[in-house]
């Protein structure tokens, strides 16, 4: 079995700075993606950033490029997201998931539908 469990939000001003870290217990294997979601009452989550587990990173959502980065530390097995210049549109529970991937040629990963998901931690920018 996997657990994901999130920390580092909190409560900051807009243009302020936050951490977020994941850290994961159990073992899926070597063939894994790993994401930061966000999400908002009433709305679904959306994918923030997400990495494989060999340190490539493939997405950030378009609102948050130049802002937030993500990055995974094997030996660690802790994914982490640090978020800078935050803006009152960031606030919102941020989960992160790990999702067993198909490993094609050794170098994409296709997800499959085994995924894990955090609680979830509460970031919260004042404007």
């Known amino acids: 079995q996997v657990q994901l469990v999130e920390s580092g939000g909190g409560l900051v001003q807009r243009g302020g700075s936050l951490r977020l870290s994941c850290v994961i217990s159990?073992?899926?294997?070597?063939?894994?993606?790993m994401g930061w979601y966000h999400q908002t009452p009433g709305k679904q989550r959306e994918l923030v950033a997400d990495i494989t587990s060999i340190g490539e990173s493939t997405n950030y959502a378009e609102s948050v490029k130049g802002r937030f980065t993500s990055s995974i530390d094997n030996a660690k097995k802790t994914l982490t997201l640090q978020m800078n210049d935050l803006k009152p549109e960031d606030t919102g529970v941020y989960y992160c998931?790990?999702?067993?991937?198909?490993?094609?040629?050794?170098?994409?990963?296709?997800?499959?539908?085994?995924?894990?998901w955090g609680q979830g931690t509460q970031v919260t920018v004042s404007s």
């Open positions: 998931a790990q999702w067993v991937c198909t490993v094609i040629g050794g170098s994409i990963y296709v997800p499959t539908d085994d995924v894990y």
């Open positions: 159990g073992n899926i294997g070597s063939g894994y993606g």
